[in-house]
């Protein structure tokens, strides 16, 4: 036995020494053209569309030089996107390129400061982009980036694009996306909708549980979501609340980063609601739930949908809760 923990000990001690781990943070060795390197002045949608398409060119090279096509993900159409929903989509995609990176040089890069302003925004995109821009030799790609001339795009035309992004950093990633980053997501927006709920006009316990099913798929988590991404607009009607709309075609082709994704969205509306009734509250954070499967995420979303149906409730009984402090800019 002593012999077999020896072993594994100098196992464990060569790959170590085989894929050594950068402790301190990477350093940028390639500089960005220009146009990229530099917003205007104000930052304006159109500077981070830019750095958002020139990451997607990055994208599609790395694909190409894998030998790997984008797979079918949910067709989805995006309108009346806010500058939060900007903001959490562009933290949830940094945080696939630092892993990315992570996969090929074994180095590290520093976690963005968060934060919703256009100015913050961008400074995510084009920390992302240097990161890619730094992969692109590694990968054997030297093709230069074009300079897209863009002109009227949407904070929807851009959420759009960095979700299609996110979906290309998920089909290169080695690994598949981790149901267990799903659940710890969704257990997420649990936490936020109880503190919301605990702080309403009727306030009420986190509810329990459904029955666990076996058998459970993304697609079907990425359907109850939607559902309660639907429920989310109808509480926003009910308040006069400028909330990101949603379609979707087609969920047959749904795997675990959509559903990721979709629980990103859904949390960035909890936490605006949150918000509005306690402006400088904080929500506990969800950590990392170990092994985890779409039956499990199924089960926890059972618990979110409740709270949301709780929400839609207190909004109808109590007409003047949440209209007494939003912000303007969302």
């Not at 350093?27 to 930052?43: K, M, V, Y």
């Not at 929500?283 to 618990?303: C, D, E, L, N, T």
Request: aromatic share 10%.
């Amino acid at each position: 036995m002593r012999q077999m923990y020896l072993f594994c000990g100098f196992v464990l001690l060569g790959l170590w020494a085989f894929f050594p781990v950068q402790t301190a943070a990477a350093r940028f060795t390639r500089t960005l053209p220009p146009e990229l390197a530099t917003p205007s002045t104000p930052i304006n949608l159109d500077d981070l569309y830019r750095q958002a398409d020139a990451a997607n060119q990055l994208a599609d090279q790395f694909l190409a030089a894998m030998g790997q096509t984008k797979k079918v993900h949910p067709k989805m159409s995006i309108h009346n996107a806010q500058p939060r929903d900007i903001e959490v989509v562009s933290n949830a995609l940094y945080d696939q390129v630092r892993a990315l990176a992570f996969e090929y040089t074994r180095e590290t890069y520093e976690p963005q400061v968060k934060g919703d302003s256009l100015e913050k925004s961008w400074e995510t995109l084009n920390q992302l982009l240097r990161i890619l821009y730094e992969l692109q030799p590694i990968l054997d790609q030297s093709k230069p980036l074009s300079i897209a001339q863009i002109n009227a795009k949407t904070p929807s035309d851009l959420v759009l694009l960095l979700i299609n992004l996110n979906e290309k950093m998920d089909d290169l990633a080695w690994f598949e996306y981790s149901p267990s980053k799903a659940f710890q997501t969704v257990t997420q927006g649990i936490y936020i909708a109880a503190v919301l709920i605990e702080n309403s006009p009727i306030p009420q316990s986190i509810p329990p549980a459904p029955v666990f099913i076996r058998g459970k798929t993304s697609q079907e988590n990425y359907q109850r979501l939607f559902a309660i991404m639907k429920t989310l607009n109808d509480i926003a009607k009910l308040k006069n609340i400028p909330f990101i709309q949603i379609e979707v075609e087609d969920v047959s082709s749904a795997i675990t980063s959509d559903v990721h994704n979709l629980a990103t969205l859904i949390n960035a509306q909890l936490l605006y609601l949150y918000h509005q009734v306690m402006p400088d509250g904080s929500v506990m954070q969800a950590y990392y739930p170990g092994w985890k499967f779409p039956s499990h995420i199924y089960q926890r979303s059972g618990v979110l949908e409740q709270q949301i149906n709780q929400l839609l409730h207190i909004a109808r009984v109590h007409s003047n809760w949440l209209l007494h402090k939003q912000t303007q800019n969302g």
